[in-house]
């Protein structure tokens, strides 16, 4: 192992973080009280993950490693996924984040599904689904005509389940379901969460090929396969279709498109199967039963002071990356997976999705705007060097454990090239784990400078970025009146008593404009193993055509999916600025009196 222990490492935590980690984080007694502090959970973590050690050298100082895995975590470095945090050395022993579950056309095997997703959510993780191989709506069941219920009737099914049990015990169970764009009842499928109240725990997306992108273009139909009978069920015109998923994501966000060739392009075990299905808010690609434990590096911790000012620790990420392959392929051996077939497809992969978050903070204190050629140059170099990195650690680990099982006749293969793992990065939203390392979420801009963050069981966080309340206070124009005009309209760049240069970098999520938010999306995914999860804000005011240049744009972009979300499309957004924030940036003043 590679970093150097100095001292005892004690996390800086700020009160967002420390209020997330009580509500949702540390262990409580039956009385429901609390009995960990953020220090003990991060030592839990850290000894229970060093513990896979012993598995292959039993002469390991296993005190050591989980000192390291302690030390990048109390330093807020990285962070694994929630419910690593949450169950690690605990009696549900539950790791991972992100699971696919298959959904065959049958009773008996979709009530399985049924059942296992209870299992999944109640020990923390999310769920992906493809419903594509469910018979339309309306088809025979045995010698039953019309009784076939359809994929959208299945999924209320499933977002039943999803309600009923919270994810780990402290949030509802987050989803996301596919359709293939060619399937008879996406009509239906597009126009599912018409109602705001409907599937609220469900991301929704279309599974789309090259092939249809390229008719719409031409304006052309194409067909629709009965999936129960493999025969073309009618035609529809392609455009048209795109112009209903537009018009539907611009109404509520969803759906948002998956584009499966471009994907399937990436699989590194062709041999296994083809990837149909999509965790999360998007960011990773599974096959059937696999599921995928994430963790991500703090870029704010990434960088270093100059004598010509700050820039990118790259010794520092060098040390971090081998860290954290080895903490997240040992999640692999000691997870405790809801079912023996997770644990049999997760473990013949061995896939970990190693990412980034506080990309925006980053640039931020280097001085460089989001929306500018120099930020998709540095988000290249970083996730260039970081998944290259992380490749050279993944194979130095099957020199000394061995291949992933499904080794032979994967793309690592063909290449001549061992690997521990059949991917290793990924970039996640982080929105929890960015709370608790007090950065702005994996590589989305800043939604404000002061907003209002919706949490579970509706409790407000008022988030005051750090480094703009730091350069205000240092440069005199922080105040309450200029904090209660920027929480209810997030307008920094208005606001003339704001240095220019300052309001030139803190660009927030609704100044950058959606080409742009493409382009960063795709420079990341050049150099990240599986997908990127990024949602392109558009002001309240977008129009239809704007969605659909977007739609268009990340297509030829070669990025593996595109989420959308207009503002205030939702009653309840999860970010936002409003009069709740101003009440309560008048008792943070007061306080502070």
């Not at 790259?314 to 954290?324: E, L």
Request: hydrophobic share 40%; with cysteine; proline share 5%.
């Amino acid at each position: 192992m590679v970093l150097e222990i100095v001292k005892e490492a004690r996390p800086s935590l700020s009160p967002n973080a420390k209020r997330v980690l009580e509500k949702r984080y540390l262990r409580r007694n039956r009385k429901g009280e609390i009995i960990e502090t953020p220090e003990g959970m991060f030592r839990r973590v850290a000894e229970a993950v060093a513990s896979a050690e012993l598995l292959y050298d039993d002469t390991t100082n296993v005190d050591a490693v989980a000192e390291e895995f302690y030390r990048v975590m109390a330093d807020l470095e990285f962070l694994p996924n929630s419910p690593t945090l949450l169950n690690a050395g605990t009696e549900a022993g539950q790791l991972s984040s992100c699971f696919v579950l298959p959904v065959p056309d049958s009773v008996e095997e979709t009530f399985d599904a049924v059942k296992y997703t209870a299992l999944i959510h109640k020990s923390g993780g999310g769920i992906g689904f493809n419903v594509s191989h469910i018979r339309s709506k309306g088809s025979a069941v045995g010698e039953h005509p019309d009784a076939a219920g359809g994929p959208v009737a299945l999924i209320h099914v499933f977002a039943g389940a999803a309600d009923y049990i919270r994810q780990g015990g402290v949030r509802r169970g987050c989803n996301s379901v596919v359709l293939a764009v060619d399937h008879p009842d996406i009509l239906d499928f597009i126009n599912s969460k018409n109602n705001p109240l409907a599937l609220t725990n469900f991301y929704n997306s279309v599974s789309v090929t090259d092939d249809f992108m390229t008719k719409v273009k031409e304006g052309k139909d194409y067909p629709l396969i009965d999936p129960y009978t493999g025969r073309v069920a009618g035609y529809l015109n392609a455009r048209e279709v795109l112009n209903h998923i537009v018009d539907q994501a611009w109404h509520t966000g969803d759906p948002g498109l998956v584009f499966t060739d471009r994907i399937n392009r990436d699989n590194p075990t062709p041999q296994l199967g083809r990837l149909e299905t999509i965790t999360g808010c998007g960011e990773q690609a599974l096959l059937d039963y696999e599921s995928c434990n994430l963790g991500s590096i703090n870029l704010v911790k990434m960088i270093k002071p100059t004598d010509d000012g700050l820039e990118i620790d790259y010794d520092r990420i060098a040390r971090i990356v081998p860290v954290a392959v080895r903490f997240l392929d040992n999640v692999i051996d000691i997870n405790r997976f809801p079912t023996r077939e997770i644990e049999q497809a997760t473990k013949r992969t061995r896939k970990i999705g190693l990412g980034i978050m506080g990309f925006a903070d980053m640039l931020i204190r280097l001085g460089i705007p989001y929306n500018s050629t120099k930020a998709i140059t540095v988000a290249e170099e970083v996730m260039e060097f970081i998944t290259g990195l992380a490749h050279e650690v993944s194979h130095q680990l099957a020199e000394e454990r061995g291949v992933f099982p499904a080794y032979k006749g994967s793309s690592h293969e063909t290449k001549g090239v061992t690997m521990r793992n059949a991917c290793c990065t990924t970039i996640a939203p982080t929105g929890t784990l960015s709370i608790i390392a007090g950065v702005s979420s994996g590589i989305e801009p800043i939604f404000a400078s002061v907003f209002v963050r919706n949490i579970l069981d509706g409790e407000n966080l008022l988030e005051i970025n750090p480094y703009f309340e730091e350069v205000a206070r240092e440069r005199g124009f922080f105040n309450r009146e200029l904090i209660e005009q920027l929480v209810l309209t997030n307008h920094l760049y208005q606001r003339t008593e704001i240095p220019e240069d300052v309001r030139k970098v803190f660009v927030t999520a609704h100044r950058v404009s959606p080409d742009w938010h493409v382009r960063l999306q795709a420079a990341f995914q050049r150099h990240t193993d599986n997908a990127v999860s990024k949602t392109v804000n558009f002001p309240k005011s977008a129009i239809r055509e704007d969605i659909a240049k977007v739609f268009t744009m990340a297509f030829e972009q070669g990025l593996k999916g595109i989420t959308v979300y207009r503002d205030n499309s939702r009653e309840l957004q999860p970010l936002c600025t409003s009069d709740i924030g101003l009440q309560m940036v008048r008792d943070l003043f007061q306080a502070q009196a």
